[in-house]
T-cell receptor, first 114, second 115 residues
C-alpha cells in the first residue's frame, strides 16, 4: 500500500539557517512526488513537483527537492530560510495508475525565529 | 483566474445531524478531490470525482458521500455526524487526467465543528 512518512513533526530554525525536511514514501511503482505548503491562515499551495527527468527539482521561493529512487526519498531543501517560510509543509505521492490516489504525509511544521 | 472556492467557511453541527459542504473547482478543471485534515492526523484522502463519476474513495465509512454536478462543482455529505468528524475539509481540483499527473489546487477549506 502507498504511504508517505514525514519524520519531522516540528522543526525550529533561525533565519539564514539551512533547511532539510525529510520525506520517504512506499510504493511499488512509478510515482509523482509533490511538496505542498500551507502558510498560516492560507490554503495549501504547490511548492514543487517531480514527474520524471532530472531528480533535482527546483520550486518557488528558493526551495528544491531531490528524488532519490534507491532511498524512496524526496527531501525538501532550502539553503537559507527566512521568517516568511514559517508554515506547514506536506509531502505527497501519487502512483502512476488511473486508480491511484494521492497520499499526503502528516506534515512538518516549520517555525523560523527572526 | 478564480481559485477553488468552498462554502461555508465554518459549519457547526451537533452529533447525529447531517452536513453538506460545497466546492467549486477552478474553471476548466474536471477533477475534484475531498480531503479531511483532522488535528494531528494530517491530510487524509476522502473522495475523488472526475466527469461526474466517483473515481476513488479513501478509507472512510459510507456515511461520507458526495457527488459531482454537470458543472463540475461538488458536494460532500456527512451523515450521522460524530464528534471525531470535527476537522477541516479541503477540496482540491485539477484538470481531468485519470493518470493523476496534474497537481491539485486547493481551496481554503470548510471547518466543521461537531458539538
Amino acid at each position: 500500500a502507498q504511504s508517505v512518512s514525514q519524520h519531522n513533526h516540528h522543526v525550529i530554525l533561525s533565519e539564514a539557517a539551512s533547511l532539510e525536511l525529510g520525506c520517504n514514501y512506499s510504493y511499488g511503482g512509478t510515482v509523482n512526488l509533490f511538496w505542498y505548503v500551507q502558510y498560516p491562515g492560507q490554503h495549501l499551495q504547490l511548492l514543487l513537483k517531480y514527474f520524471s527527468g532530472d531528480p533535482l527539482v527546483k520550486g518557488i521561493k528558493g526551495f528544491e527537492a531531490e528524488f532519490i529512487k534507491s532511498k524512496f526519498s524526496f527531501n525538501l531543501r532550502k539553503p537559507s530560510v527566512q521568517w516568511s517560510d514559517t508554515a506547514e509543509y506536506f509531502c505527497a505521492v501519487n502512483g502512476y495508475s488511473s486508480a491511484s490516489k494521492i497520499i499526503f504525509g502528516s506534515g512538518t511544521r516549520l517555525s523560523i525565529r527572526p | 483566474e478564480a481559485g477553488v472556492t468552498q462554502s461555508p467557511t465554518h459549519l457547526i453541527k451537533t452529533r447525529g445531524q447531517q452536513a453538506t459542504l460545497r466546492c467549486s473547482p477552478i474553471s476548466g478543471h474536471t477533477s475534484v478531490y475531498w480531503y479531511q485534515q483532522a488535528l494531528g492526523l494530517g491530510l487524509q484522502f476522502l473522495l475523488w470525482y472526475d466527469e461526474g463519476e466517483e473515481r476513488n474513495r479513501g478509507n472512510f465509512p459510507p456515511r461520507f458521500s458526495g457527488r459531482q454536478f454537470p458543472n463540475y462543482s461538488s458536494e460532500l455529505n456527512v451523515n450521522a455526524l460524530e464528534l471525531e468528524d470535527s476537522a477541516l475539509y479541503l477540496c482540491a481540483s485539477s484538470p481531468g487526467d485519470l493518470g493523476g499527473w496534474q497537481p491539485q489546487h486547493f481551496g481554503d477549506g470548510t471547518r466543521l465543528s461537531i458539538l
